[in-house]
């Protein structure tokens, strides 16, 4: 039968690709091969000529070390060369040890270590039933795809994928479907060593559909059920029974996981399945094919109802164009704060964001039960089951599920997305965080309840190496503004980042508008001289956020005794590190060599411009429980106590 | 009533110490008032004069911003003063804004963030059960006790307790009773806005005991509850349902969560109770006294229980003496590796821990999954509920809760604990680990998978920021060993630390053993001279783990053209800083100037030791997916390549 035969050329190839790299996961890609042959042949909508088709179905690899078989599949349906699939694993090849976003065509989305591909399904399905309310009308359905996901027993038991879960159920995202290879093996061993979690019962609790296949070689019934969950009301997990490393020596145990199968048993499979290494037979090829007509038939239709909506809504066409495109251009010149008055960057963070939000109609984003404290919020209400209009998402205390959704969400296309949470709740984020850097998702973050100035609520709440922790991800911007006129510039930085997450620190506590036109023009440019002397100049003071202010106390202290510093502000170090040596040396000359950093916690970064005499005046141990200014005093930040450290230099 | 008059004078004391700091959450205080009185009355064995008895009942206020209340109980116990309650959320006050272990007598450990609190109390719980496994006897029950935890409807949506809970009703630990204050309001609204879990279900199918109080001021019904909790055979939670703020005008609304009430409903909730401000009435104190009374008489009961132990059973005592004092000495100098060829420090490492766990045998830990990878393990099977001797435990993928656990079976006491994973994935682990580093605790973290040498899993499964990440928490260690002599050095210092976590770096690929003796004996001072000239230097080049290698060969490659380099490695940058001048002077003299580090990783710490004409060779972009040899070779990691670096300086 050719569809068994297919079957096993999936399997063949893939076991071929890990023994050539000696180096893959051959478990996963034998077991699971029925599932993907039926996805790849009878479900997914997709173009395989037009891999960012926006209207195609997503489907999300979440255990991502089934990459073989993914590849695979890639390969028969024409997306990848047989000689991709030879280098699997190999430098620079477009068939990396992990799908990942940018590599290959038709990869929607990075996996990401376990956890993170559920919670990225979620978003996929959560932007398209937002979009899908947004532009869709009676006749024509421009956004109408299904989310689909493989996952693992280890995504299961991921804190992540559970916080997900929980919401996508909340919000009855019936979209999203998710096959569960259920295989009873994880790396160490039997699953059932370390969990004997009721699965069904758990779906339930989270207002999911749970179907279940008992066979996972029986295609027929794994499309019965997946036509089934595509007519739910709710999201559907789909469990599939299925034995691991099915017709390797040792199935059905863990050790055909994670490593390569022998040669011999390679050679085997291929020589029962027949033909040469690394081949596929022509009716295999012939049967994958036909998905690539239908998918570019597929394609087809919808370029031709795009036309008819075109016709009949001009103006939702030419929106849906703007939003497909990325191409809202918003003129941050037409917005003006409310007052010049001293105000938490919290505060005017949100006066910028609900301005944007009114122009952009697709700028929606949420917080994790936070919203009444970091201010993160568009205007309207909360997007729900039964309003799919509202743009403010109340992730609830979920912050991890948070930060992956929105990773799914902005790899959707379409949307402009925030999130917020506490700064140091940043911390329960940081792996989603990462693979928004890593996969180049302008995700914003509005990080409120900056340094120990949170106050009261006592060192588990205040962040202090959290700057560090966020300044060493690779391409990602952190940018801590001084006062609301840096807090504009930041959010217009964040708001055209096409290829970069970006975070806005914000303080809870009032801070002194100190830069003006000067914030507005420079925060691009990382840090910038702020306050300056015409004589000559003993050192420089260098900045950000709360600790602007202070800086330009001590100047200013100084100068009553004719000692003259320069004030840069610093709101981003990471932007002001791609400056020009021309530039950097503009504000940071090597011939002032005494320099004192002010920064309300971990300050390690800066000591790349200290030099041997300067030195960083920061927090380098826990906070403690009291009103934030208090604080600031009980740490030594207020301008006598850096005035006396800095003569001491 | 006296009962009804003393939860009253909880919430009147609670309400006032917020009202005082301006500062604070009497939605919770007032809720769940009836809650902490039964099971401070009723129910917790504890001495309020001896508060770190070895077998009390352990206590985790998971909603930690329920302080106040916890306060109110603790006062009208004995355990702190009204003017401690007065000085709520103030400077160096005993009652800081979230519960903190150190800090305040009787409080077992710190809240932290949402989600830490149940990790933490299932650390409780499985502690117990495993030291209850190895010391009682027939007769002598020398470890007996509850472990209890409030938590709010917050803590429910977080995936750390998620998992933790999972793990838990796996390991069917039974002693384990987490009291919900279900009050569906959250922070920024109801819950139903954010979830609409069934929490019966959802705890069943983690395999818990599910009950429920439907009026949670009901304290009866409440003690039915616990009472039955406490002879069930799996973990309890017990939802019971309060109203927020109870007795407030809001009350009902977020609008009580997290701000002081209006002075004047302070003022009639006093005037409805009697008495002046912070105070309470003596039969109230009387009914409270009797506890702290019944509480001694339960410590004295069993320091006699413990005569009759010794009495009964005086090696097995001896060791229960040794594992609560925190006794047990390793005389590492009897410890041989099996060989000195080249290995993976992952390797050496599980030489090491194996080596360990036989001669302590109170070191328990394991890994999210991964101990065929990581090779952290000791002898024996695992951990499990009909096996309460092992030593490994199964955590399953749940890194998150593991951290969190790992925490509560330290702050248990009686046990040294390791827990293991992939170093990317420190990343999960993160606000866990923080919040080890605050409370002091010294849980040992093995994590293997070091740098781009993890290879062929590509960019996700790569550590690079996470060495800063680490290094920039406070009071957190982390030793990155170049070799077999470093690593046993690193867990020796491990296994002593008594005030700090420590993070043991391991590599997956083999390296070679180069530092000997030195090794051995100079890992403590964090950096040190392992090769030097008695020549002119022209410069240093300092480099951890597997990089040290490498500075070796680029070393001898500069010696055949004569010029003379010190070759420095420097495992932990944190041990070094706390050299004195004279030693980190003698290692990195002001006189050499030009100074290279090699890291295979961001690098952004040795900036401090830099200066002006200093240079990092370091990582810091994201990986790729190829064999570790080659991209070592292609990030630059080989001789040839540093060594045109170096001359080009």
Redesign the interface.
């Known amino acids: 039968m050719i569809e068994q035969k297919a079957i096993n050329t999936l399997r063949v190839l893939s076991v071929e690709a890990i023994a050539k790299?000696a180096?893959?996961h051959p478990g996963m890609a034998l077991g699971a091969a029925p599932i993907m042959h039926t996805l790849f042949t009878k479900v997914l909508n997709f173009n395989p000529k037009v891999d960012k088709w926006f209207n195609r179905d997503r489907f999300v690899m979440a255990a991502?070390?089934g990459s073989s078989l993914l590849y695979s599949c890639l390969h028969l349906v024409g997306v990848i060369t047989m000689d991709d699939l030879k280098a699997f694993?190999?430098?620079?090849?477009i068939t990396?040890?992990?799908p990942?976003l940018h590599v290959t065509p038709c990869v929607d989305i990075?996996?990401?270590?376990?956890?993170?591909g559920l919670a990225e399904a979620v978003g996929f399905a959560l932007a398209e039933s937002f979009l899908a309310n947004k532009f869709n009308t009676e006749t024509a359905k421009v956004v109408n795809h299904y989310t689909y996901a493989l996952c693992g027993?280890?995504?299961m038991?991921?804190?992540?994928?559970?916080?997900s879960m929980?919401?996508a159920?909340?919000l009855g995202l019936n979209k999203l479907i998710v096959l569960y290879d259920s295989n009873d093996v994880?790396?160490?061993?039997d699953v059932a060593?370390?969990?004997?979690?009721?699965?069904?019962?758990?779906m339930?609790?989270?207002?999911w559909n749970y179907l279940l296949v008992k066979d996972g070689n029986d295609t027929k019934d794994i499309l019965v059920k997946i036509k089934k969950a595509q007519k739910s009301s709710k999201p559907t997990l789909i469990e599939i029974k299925t034995v691991i490393g099915i017709g390797a020596k040792q199935e059905g145990t863990?050790a055909v996981h994670?490593a390569p199968l022998p040669y011999e048993e390679v050679k085997a499979m291929r020589k029962a399945l027949g033909g040469e290494e690394f081949s596929a037979e022509a009716e295999v090829y012939e049967l994958y094919q036909g998905v690539q007509k239908n998918g570019c038939k597929k394609y087809r239709k919808w370029k031709r109802d795009i036309k008819q909506y075109k016709f009949e809504n001009f103006e939702k066409y030419q929106e849906f164009e703007k939003i497909i495109n990325n191409e809202f251009v918003v003129d941050f010149n037409t917005f003006a704060f409310k007052d010049d008055n001293k105000k938490a960057t919290r505060v005017s963070s949100s006066e910028v964001l609900k301005w944007l939000g009114d122009k952009v109609p697709t700028l929606i984003g949420g917080?994790a039960?936070?919203?009444?404290?970091t201010k993160a919020k568009v205007s309207g209400g909360?997007f729900?089951k039964s309003d799919r209009s509202a743009r403010n998402i109340?992730?609830?205390?979920?912050e991890?599920?948070m930060a992956g959704i929105c990773n799914g969400m902005v790899s959707h296309g379409g949307l402009k997305v925030f999130c917020s949470g506490f700064f140091?709740?940043s911390?329960?984020m940081?792996?989603a965080l990462?693979?928004a850097?890593?996969m180049e998702l302008p995700v914003i973050y509005v990080f409120s309840h900056d340094s120990i100035a949170v106050?009261?609520?006592?060192?588990?709440?205040q962040p202090?190496?959290q700057l560090?922790?966020l300044r060493?991800?690779?391409?990602f911007e952190v940018i801590r503004p001084a006062d609301q006129f840096e807090m504009l510039a930041a959010w217009k930085i964040a708001m055209n980042s096409s290829n970069k997450p970006v975070a806005l620190i914000t303080s809870r506590q009032d801070l002194e508008n100190v830069t003006y036109e000067k914030g507005l023009n420079n925060t691009i440019h990382g840090g910038y001289i702020l306050s300056d002397f015409e004589k000559d100049i003993e050192a420089i003071i260098i900045a950000s956020g709360s600790e602007v202010s202070l800086a330009l106390e001590v100047q200013k202290k100084l100068a009553l005794e004719n000692r003259f510093v320069r004030v840069v502000s610093m709101p981003s170090l990471c932007l002001f590190e791609k400056q020009s040596t021309k530039y950097k040396e503009s504000v940071l000359p090597k011939k002032i060599s005494k320099r004192l950093v002010i920064e309300a916690g971990?300050a390690?970064?800066y000591?790349?411009y200290?030099?041997?005499k300067g030195k960083a005046y920061n927090i380098?141990?826990?906070g403690?429980?009291?009103?934030a200014s208090?604080?600031f005093k009980?740490y030594g930040f207020d301008s006598e106590s850096i005035l006396d450290f800095y003569k001491s230099m």
Chains 1, 2 share one sequence.
């Open positions: 790299a180096s893959g991502g070390h694993r190999s430098l620079n090849s990396p040890g992990h990942e990075s996996s990401g270590p376990l956890g993170q027993d280890g995504d038991q991921e804190g992540a994928t559970m916080e929980s919401l159920g909340h994880q790396l160490d061993g060593q370390a969990t004997s979690d009721d699965t069904k019962k758990k339930e609790a989270y207002n863990c994670g917080t039960d936070l919203s009444c404290s909360f729900s109340a992730f609830g205390v979920r991890h599920a140091v709740f911390d329960y940081k792996p990462r693979l850097a890593l106050g009261e609520d006592g060192p588990t709440h202090i190496e560090t922790m060493s991800i690779p391409n971990d390690i970064h000591y790349k200290l030099g041997e380098n141990r826990f403690k429980s009291a009103k208090v604080l009980d």
